[in-house]
C-alpha cells in the first residue's frame, strides 16, 4: 500500500491511509470531502477536482477584512441581508461543493436557518481575495462556476495589483466586466446598489 499525495499549486498533500481510499483527480465527491483532515488547509471541490488552500497570508486576510467590514456596514444599514467570511461551506450545484469563498452577501430573502453547516444555494455576491498560488482557480476554474451556476456579481481583489474587478451576470448568463478599480476610484455594485468603496483602503 502507498501513501497518496497530491501536488497543487506548489502545495503538497499528503493524504491519510492508502492510495485506494481515495479517488483520483475528477473523481472527488462530497463524501470524500468529509473524510478529509481538519488541518487548517481550505479544502474545495469543483467538477470532481479537489482544490486546496493554505493558510492565507496577512496581505490576504487584510484585504478580506476590509471589504467584509464595507459590506457588512453597507448591508447592515440597509437590511438587505448577511455577509459571510470563509471559512464556510458553500453547495452551488451537485458538482459544485464545497466551495469557500472569502466572502459571500446572501440576500434576506434566501436567509438560511441559523443552525445550517452549509449554504446550500446561490449567493447573490461572491468575492475572491487572489493569492499567488490561487490565480488561475479564482480567475478561471471558479469564474466559470460562478458564470454557470448564477452568482449575480462576482469580485476578484489582488493585493498584488491594489486592485478590485466587478464582474456582473448579463442577461444572456455571461459575466461582464462592470469595472477594474485601482487607488481612489470608488467601487460600486449593480448588486449593492448605492455601495460605495474607495479601493485604496483595502489593501496594506
Known sequence: MTTPTLIQDD????LPGDSDSWPLQGAWRYADYERLPNDGRRYEIIEGVLFVANAPSYEHQFTSGEISFHLQVFVKQNNLGVVVSAPFEV???????????????IHR??????????????????????????????????????????????????PKTRSVEVYTLSAGGEYALLGQYTEDEEIT??????????????FV
Do not use: C, M
Open 189 to 202: 455594485s449593480n448588486v449593492l446598489e448605492g455601495l460605495t468603496i474607495v479601493t485604496s483602503q483595502l
Open 91 to 105: 453547495h452551488l450545484a451537485a458538482s459544485i461543493r464545497p466551495v469557500q469563498p472569502d466572502i459571500l452577501f
Open 11 to 14: 502545495i503538497r498533500l499528503t
Open 109 to 158: 430573502e434566501q436567509l438560511p436557518n441559523a443552525s445550517i453547516q452549509f449554504f446550500d444555494g446561490v449567493p447573490n455576491l461572491i468575492v475572491e481575495v487572489i493569492s499567488p498560488s490561487s490565480i488561475r482557480r479564482d480567475r478561471n476554474v471558479k469564474f466559470d462556476q460562478y458564470e454557470q451556476a448564477g452568482v449575480a456579481e462576482y469580485w476578484l481583489a489582488d
